[in-house]
């Protein structure tokens, strides 16, 4: 429980000092300084005798192991957990305590839950300085879930690690000069769920990271790239309004307490700087469940392709971004441009084509006694965002178009209203503290059709469209005696009618 080794204990307790004989009489004070000064001589003459020696050289020309196993029982994890390593193979050549040559070693073995690992380099003691070549295959990361309890709640049902590393350390040096470079890091066929279901909510099939640079003594890590492919997100809002991938973030266990020196060391060091020149997630998809909305909202994005560039602990200075997606299948969307953090602003291209805006009527529904049952969004233009200081600011330019637009009396499901486009061309929409301005060059409306209903009282349905905060949805196409409108137009019965509107829809 406490990280120490089994076999640390076997070199047993230190040697205690040895103590005064207590059975004979103290010494007369000329005795006792003839004594000291004996021994001051005689120590003189051993610390002489040592500073001539020279130090020990042990030599190794070769040693060898192979077919070893080492089973490994760690108790410090919440859950304890044991491995087997097996088929440990090692050798050794060149060994020398006090030469500047340095020694050559390999060393191998295999995971009894899945994995192999191969190390392979040199080091030298007299120089104080070691590189390594670490590979890194298969390696079942279900194996690791009890060491991921402090980081993450997530689970590990399926994956493996994979890494080609190359490092090289200098302790001869303060601080430990330690480097990696020119390495790679891969995972395969991850698959995480949340802490309360079984089928994952992340899948990764295949996924990789090229390591340009990383130095321990001067805090900095320069990554080449971050490529990811067929990724698959399951993300739900629940009733609360959290989203349930953010528990993924939390720790599923309290930490085990690091030693003092460490926690010391741990504070006083600078904090990291990191670069990632280029993230990239390809042929992936995401499915979004919003359950606090009075009706499920479900948007389905399928396929995603996303890039990110010049990502850094900086969070003032713009990361190029670009996005294509497609909507429920049937629209999709291209976004480039560029994004800052910190403050937060905005300056995308975007280009919109027939994008599912009906899947958000559960946003807004509530307040209409119309349901939407199809609405799609074409918008080609520049969106631009600012945070200034605690006022956000948005402009937009460009063309918007809301085209096959249906909608059906929320009461009897009957087609109540609808249009084949509604575009406004060359639109330019301003918004700051001192409201919305919105300007457009051109307005076309295209094969509209209405169902107009007028009421005994002479009240038309149409100011019926925003519903009361209270009661049952209230008809828009039938009158308080529930019969059929009169239509307007001689010898067309009303459910021809309305056919006929939605078929012109």
Same mark, same amino acid.
């Not at 103290?26 to 003459?45: M, P, R, W």
């Not at 020309?61 to 080492?70: C, E, F, M, P, S």
């Not at 994890?77 to 050798?91: D, G, I, N, R």
């Not at 590189?131 to 009890?146: I, Y």
């Given at each position: 429980?406490?990280?120490?080794?089994?076999?640390?204990?076997?070199?047993?307790?230190?040697?205690?000092? %040895?103590?005064?004989?207590?059975?004979?009489?103290?010494?007369?004070?000329?005795?006792?300084?003839?004594?000291?000064?004996?021994?001051?001589?005689?120590?003189?003459?051993? #610390?002489?005798?040592?500073? #001539?020696? !020279?130090?020990?050289?042990?030599?190794?020309?070769?040693?060898?192991?192979?077919?070893?196993?080492?089973?490994?029982?760690?108790?410090?994890?919440?859950?304890?957990?044991?491995?087997?390593?097996?088929?440990?193979?090692?050798?050794?050549?060149?060994?020398?305590?006090?030469?500047?040559?340095?020694?050559?070693?390999?060393?191998?073995?295999?995971?009894?839950?899945?994995?192999?690992?191969?190390?392979?380099?040199?080091?030298?003691?007299?120089?104080?300085?070691?590189?390594?070549?670490?590979?890194?295959?298969?390696?079942?990361?279900?194996?690791?879930? !009890?060491?991921?309890?402090?980081?993450?709640?997530?689970?590990?049902?399926?994956?493996?690690?994979?890494?080609?590393?190359?490092?090289?350390?200098?302790?001869?040096?303060?601080?430990?000069?330690?480097?990696?470079?020119?390495?790679?890091?891969?995972?395969?066929?991850?698959?995480?769920?949340? %802490?309360?279901?079984?089928?994952?909510?992340?899948?990764?099939?295949?996924?990789?990271?090229?390591?340009?640079?990383?130095?321990?003594?001067? *805090?900095?890590?320069?990554?080449?790239?971050?490529?990811?492919?067929?990724?698959?997100?399951?993300?739900?809002?629940?009733?609360?309004?959290?989203?349930?991938?953010?528990?993924?973030?939390?720790?599923?266990?309290?930490?085990?307490?690091? *030693?003092?020196?460490?926690?010391?060391?741990?504070?006083?060091?600078?904090?990291?700087?990191?670069?990632?020149?280029?993230?990239?997630?390809?042929?992936?998809?995401?499915? /979004?469940?919003?359950?606090?909305?009075?009706? !499920?909202?479900?948007?389905?994005?399928? %396929?995603?392709?996303?890039?990110?560039?010049?990502?850094?602990?900086?969070?003032?200075?713009?990361?190029?971004?670009?996005?294509?997606?497609?909507?429920?299948?049937?629209?999709?969307?291209?976004?480039?441009?560029?994004?800052?953090?910190?403050?937060?602003?905005?300056?995308?291209?975007?280009?919109?084509?027939?994008?599912?805006?009906?899947?958000? #009527? %559960?946003? /807004?529904?509530?307040?209409?006694?119309?349901?939407?049952?199809?609405?799609?969004?074409?918008?080609?233009?520049?969106?631009?965002?600012?945070?200034?200081?605690?006022?956000?600011?948005?402009?937009?330019?460009?063309?918007?178009?809301?085209?096959?637009?249906?909608?059906?009396?929320?009461?009897?499901?009957?087609?109540?209203?609808?249009?084949?486009?509604?575009?406004?061309?060359?639109?330019?929409?301003?918004?700051?503290?001192?409201?919305?301005?919105?300007?457009?060059?051109?307005?076309? /409306?295209?094969? /509209?059709?209405? *169902?107009?209903?007028?009421?005994?009282?002479?009240?038309?349905?149409?100011?019926?469209?925003?519903?009361?905060?209270?009661?049952?949805?209230?008809?828009?196409?039938?009158?308080?005696?529930?019969?059929? !409108?009169?239509?307007?137009?001689?010898?067309?019965?009303?459910?021809?009618?309305?056919?006929?509107?939605?078929?012109?829809?």
């Amino acid at each position: 429980k406490q990280g120490v080794l089994n076999v640390e204990k076997l070199a047993g307790p230190p040697a205690a000092a %040895p103590k005064a004989d207590a059975g004979k009489p103290a010494a007369s004070g000329a005795a006792a300084s003839t004594v000291a000064a004996a021994s001051a001589a005689s120590g003189a003459k051993v #610390e002489a005798a040592a500073k #001539e020696a !020279p130090p020990l050289d042990l030599t190794i020309r070769h040693v060898a192991i192979d077919g070893g196993t080492i089973n490994v029982d760690d108790r410090v994890p919440a859950t304890p957990t044991a491995m087997s390593l097996t088929k440990l193979a090692a050798t050794l050549d060149g060994f020398t305590l006090q030469g500047k040559t340095p020694a050559k070693y390999t060393l191998s073995t295999s995971l009894s839950r899945g994995g192999d690992v191969k190390a392979e380099g040199a080091f030298s003691l007299a120089a104080k300085q070691a590189d390594t070549k670490l590979t890194v295959d298969a390696l079942a990361l279900p194996a690791l879930q !009890p060491y991921l309890g402090e980081a993450t709640r997530a689970r590990v049902l399926d994956g493996t690690l994979g890494a080609s590393v190359n490092a090289k350390a200098d302790w001869g040096k303060t601080p430990l000069d330690a480097q990696v470079a020119d390495s790679t890091v891969s995972v395969k066929s991850l698959k995480l769920a949340t %802490p309360d279901t079984k089928a994952p909510a992340i899948v990764l099939p295949d996924a990789s990271a090229k390591i340009a640079k990383v130095d321990v003594a001067a *805090r900095i890590a320069e990554i080449a790239s971050v490529d990811a492919t067929g990724l698959a997100l399951d993300v739900k809002r629940l009733k609360d309004g959290k989203i349930d991938l953010a528990a993924l973030g939390e720790p599923a266990q309290a930490a085990v307490p690091k *030693r003092t020196v460490a926690r010391k060391a741990a504070a006083a060091a600078p904090s990291w700087h990191y670069r990632i020149d280029a993230l990239n997630v390809k042929e992936s998809s995401a499915n /979004f469940t919003d359950l606090s909305t009075p009706r !499920p909202v479900k948007l389905a994005i399928k %396929p995603l392709d996303l890039s990110v560039q010049k990502i850094s602990d900086d969070m003032t200075k713009p990361l190029p971004v670009q996005l294509k997606a497609t909507l429920n299948r049937k629209g999709s969307v291209s976004v480039s441009g560029d994004v800052t953090a910190q403050p937060l602003k905005l300056g995308l291209k975007i280009d919109g084509n027939r994008l599912d805006a009906a899947a958000f #009527e %559960p946003y /807004f529904g509530s307040a209409l006694n119309a349901t939407i049952a199809s609405a799609l969004l074409n918008a080609q233009g520049n969106l631009t965002f600012a945070q200034v200081k605690d006022t956000p600011r948005a402009t937009y330019r460009g063309d918007v178009a809301l085209v096959d637009v249906r909608m059906l009396d929320k009461a009897t499901s009957d087609p109540f209203a609808g249009w084949r486009s509604l575009a406004l061309s060359n639109l330019k929409v301003n918004y700051d503290e001192k409201g919305t301005d919105v300007d457009a060059a051109r307005v076309t /409306f295209s094969n /509209f059709y209405g *169902r107009v209903l007028l009421d005994a009282q002479g009240r038309l349905n149409l100011k019926d469209v925003v519903a009361k905060e209270t009661g049952p949805a209230q008809s828009l196409t039938r009158d308080a005696s529930k019969t059929e !409108p009169v239509p307007l137009s001689p010898g067309v019965t009303p459910p021809a009618a309305a056919q006929a509107a939605s078929a012109a829809a």
